[in-house]
């Protein structure tokens, strides 16, 4: 299989995940004060999310790059 097609076979999963799942979130733990040897810290949970542009781009991106690699 060409590397071509696997890249842009890549890229259509990627850009369809990112339009279904809107966003990610991950953890985070972050000090809030600390007194000597005493620390006091909290996790907190942040959302990143991906624009619909940026999967759209992604899957035509992946269909153009199987495209020109199927050409040679």
């Known amino acids: 299989m060409k590397t071509s097609v696997i890249v842009g076979a890549l890229l259509i999963v990627l850009g369809v995940a990112g339009l ?3 966003n990610f979130s991950y953890e985070s733990e ?5 007194i000597g040897d ?14 619909a542009v940026l999967g759209i781009v992604a899957i035509v991106a992946g269909v153009l ?8």
């Open 20 to 22: 279904v799942y809107k």
């Open 30 to 34: 972050e000090t809030i004060a600390q």
């Open 38 to 51: 005493l620390k006091a810290t909290a996790e907190t949970e942040k959302n990143v999310p991906i624009p």
């Open 65 to 72: 790059v199987i495209a020109v690699g199927s050409r040679k």
